[in-house]
């Protein structure tokens, strides 16, 4: 787009293409698909305006690019995570200016168990997550899967596969990740591997990472938590 473009509340705009100045009172969507605009003028986010940002585990999100001043109105950003094993130590770049004024004001995850943490420079917006004070058990809907939860000894168990993958987990598929967990461990998971960072089976990882896709698609949503 050779001119500018304002996105009015309501809207939502996306795309990797170039812009000159973006004005945004509705949403501004980012993913690895889509990509993200370049704006070769100024980016405007208003109070009404929403940037969301679509998240992998991968670090393959594109940053968004601004020439001139990114202005953040007390806009809101939405992080939608992909299902994946998150690395606290992974920061991703969400925008880089010449200048970055402002600030967001409301920030949202669906990610169950990890805290998004923003950074902000002159220059730049950064994401980091976080391990929150949830226990693991928060999300059980059932005792067999908060019992498990309880039995998990943090950080070591982190190497684990499962519980990497458990911790990576939104809060639509905590409580089912739970439920898998739970049913194995009254195999071998919980004496051989559940605090350690030895192998577990591959059909279960398999389940749990398509846990996702499979309530996407039938409609479903967890109960309350316990």
Same mark, same amino acid.
């Given at each position: 787009i050779a001119g500018d473009v304002v996105v009015f509340e309501g809207g939502t705009y996306g795309g990797h293409g170039e812009v000159q100045d973006l004005f945004v009172d509705g949403t501004l969507m980012v993913t690895e698909r889509l990509g993200a605009p370049h704006v070769k003028g100024e980016l405007t986010l208003s109070q009404s305006a929403t940037l969301s940002y679509v998240v992998t585990a991968a670090d393959q999100i594109p940053t968004l690019v601004v020439d001139g001043v990114a202005e953040l109105w007390n806009a809101s950003l939405n992080l939608v995570a992909l299902p994946g094993s998150y690395s606290t130590n992974t920061v991703y770049t969400?925008?880089?200016?010449?200048?970055?004024?402002?600030?967001?004001?409301?920030?949202?995850? @669906?990610?169950?168990?990890?805290?998004?943490?923003?950074? $902000?420079?002159?220059?730049?917006?950064?994401?980091?997550?976080?391990? @929150?004070?949830?226990?693991?058990?928060?999300?059980?809907?059932?005792?067999?899967?908060?019992?498990?939860? $309880?039995?998990?000894?943090? %950080?070591?168990?982190?190497? /684990?596969?499962?519980?990497?993958?458990?911790?990576?987990?939104?809060?639509?598929?905590?409580? @089912?990740?739970?439920? $898998?967990?739970?049913?194995? !461990?009254?195999? /071998?998971?919980?004496?051989?591997?559940? @605090?350690?960072?030895?192998?577990?089976?591959?059909?279960?990882? !398999?389940?749990?990472?398509?846990?996702?896709?499979?309530? !996407?698609?039938?409609?479903?949503?967890?109960?309350? %938590?316990?």
């Open positions: 969400l925008i880089r200016a010449s200048k970055v004024d402002g600030e967001f004001d409301h920030v949202t995850s @669906n990610l169950a168990y990890l805290t998004p943490k923003l950074f $902000q420079s002159e220059t730049e917006v950064l994401l980091q997550y976080a391990r @929150n004070e949830l226990p693991l058990g928060y999300f059980a809907l059932n005792d067999n899967s908060e019992n498990f939860g $309880q039995s998990v000894v943090e %950080p070591a168990a982190s190497a /684990n596969a499962a519980i990497a993958a458990l911790l990576g987990s939104t809060v639509d598929t905590a409580a @089912n990740a739970l439920d $898998q967990l739970a049913g194995d !461990s009254t195999a /071998n998971l919980a004496k051989m591997t559940l @605090n350690s960072d030895a192998p577990v089976s591959a059909s279960m990882l !398999s389940a749990m990472r398509q846990l996702d896709s499979a309530d !996407s698609k039938s409609g479903r949503r967890n109960n309350a %938590p316990r």
